[in-house]
C-alpha cells in the first residue's frame, strides 16, 4: 500500500495513480483506494500499464459489471472490450464532442476505461469535466429550477450522430441505425457520494420534458456552454499504456480531435449502472 500514489493533474478534477500494476490481481485493499481516488477525483489515470484482454477485463470487474456498448460489438471473444479506431484517412473520430456515455439509456453506466494501444505523435488529448461544479456554480434560483426538470436525451440527436462514421463500419447499418430514448432527471444525485450534478449534455440531450425544445432551447445552450468551463476541466495527454478510468455519474468528456494523417487505437470497457434519480 505505501507504493500506491495519488498526484491531482488539476484543481477541478483528475489525479494520476502511480505505484499499481494493473495487469496483476488487485487487493482487496488497493481497490478500495482506487475506488475512493475515484469517487474524490472522477477521473483517475494510470501510466506504463501492459494489458491482455482478460487482465484489463480482471481489473474492470474489480470496479464493476463490464457490459457490452450498445452501438459497436466487441473484440473477437471479448463482447464487452470495444474497439476505437481512428485510421490516417478518417477526419471524425468517435464521440468527438462533450458528453457524458450514453446517456440515452434507461441505465447509463457508473463509469468507462480506455486503454491506450496506439497513439499519434501529438494530439488526441482528451478532456474532462467536473460536473459537481457545474451544478454547485449556478445561482440559487437556476438550481432550484433545474431540480424539478427532467431532460429528454436521444441517440438520434445531430450531434451524436454526426460521429457515427466509427460506429456504423464496425457494427454494421442495421445496428448502428437503432434509436435509443431515455428520460433523467437535469440535476441527479451520485448514488455513492449523495452530491448532486448537472447531467445534461450537448451530445445526447434535446430538451426539457414537458417543454418544447424551442422552449428548452436556451436554458440548454447557457448549460452546455457552462458546464464545460476551463476551471471545471482537466486534460490528459495518451502515452502507450496510458489508461483512463472516469465516473461516468458526474463527469463529461470530450477527445480532441486534432491529429488528423494519424492512427490512434484505444480499447474501451464499460460499467453498468443504475437509473439516475
Avoid at 495519488?6 to 502511480?18: D, F, P, Q
Avoid at 441505465?107 to 501529438?122: I, N, Q, R
Avoid at 440527436?157 to 454494421?172: F, L, N, Q
Amino acid at each position: 500500500m505505501n507504493r500506491i500514489t495519488i498526484t491531482r493533474i488539476a484543481g477541478a478534477l483528475g489525479a494520476e495513480i502511480g505505484g499499481v500494476d494493473l495487469g496483476e490481481p488487485l487487493t482487496g485493499e488497493t481497490v478500495k483506494v482506487l475506488r475512493q481516488a475515484l469517487l474524490e477525483h472522477l477521473v483517475i489515470f494510470f501510466r506504463d500499464q501492459k494489458l491482455t484482454p482478460d487482465s484489463y477485463l480482471a481489473f474492470a470487474r474489480a470496479f464493476g459489471e463490464p457490459v457490452e456498448y450498445p452501438l459497436i460489438r466487441g473484440i473477437e471473444g471479448y463482447p464487452t472490450i470495444t474497439e476505437i479506431v481512428k485510421l490516417e484517412n478518417e477526419r471524425t473520430n468517435f464521440g468527438g464532442v462533450w458528453h457524458a456515455d450514453t446517456t440515452y439509456l434507461d441505465a447509463p453506466p457508473m463509469g468507462s476505461m480506455l486503454y491506450a494501444l496506439e497513439v499519434p505523435p501529438y494530439g488526441g488529448d482528451t478532456l474532462f469535466a467536473n460536473q459537481y461544479l457545474a451544478y454547485e456554480t449556478l445561482s440559487e434560483p437556476l438550481r432550484t429550477f433545474l431540480d424539478g426538470l427532467t431532460a429528454v436525451n436521444s441517440s438520434a440527436k445531430a450531434d451524436v450522430s454526426r460521429t457515427r462514421e466509427d460506429m456504423i463500419r464496425h457494427a454494421g447499418d442495421a445496428v448502428a441505425a437503432r434509436d435509443y430514448l431515455s428520460e433523467h432527471p437535469v440535476v441527479r444525485t451520485h448514488p455513492e457520494t449523495g452530491r448532486r450534478s448537472l447531467y445534461v449534455n450537448v451530445a445526447h440531450t434535446s430538451h426539457f420534458k414537458d417543454m418544447t425544445e424551442a422552449e428548452s432551447a436556451p436554458i440548454l445552450a447557457f448549460l452546455f456552454e457552462h458546464q464545460v468551463r476551463p476551471e471545471f476541466t482537466c486534460r490528459f495527454d495518451w502515452r502507450v499504456g496510458s489508461l483512463a478510468f472516469w465516473d461516468n455519474r458526474a463527469t463529461q468528456h470530450n477527445p480532441i480531435n486534432d491529429y488528423h494523417g494519424f492512427r490512434r487505437v484505444m480499447r474501451r470497457i464499460t460499467l453498468a449502472g443504475e437509473k439516475p434519480a
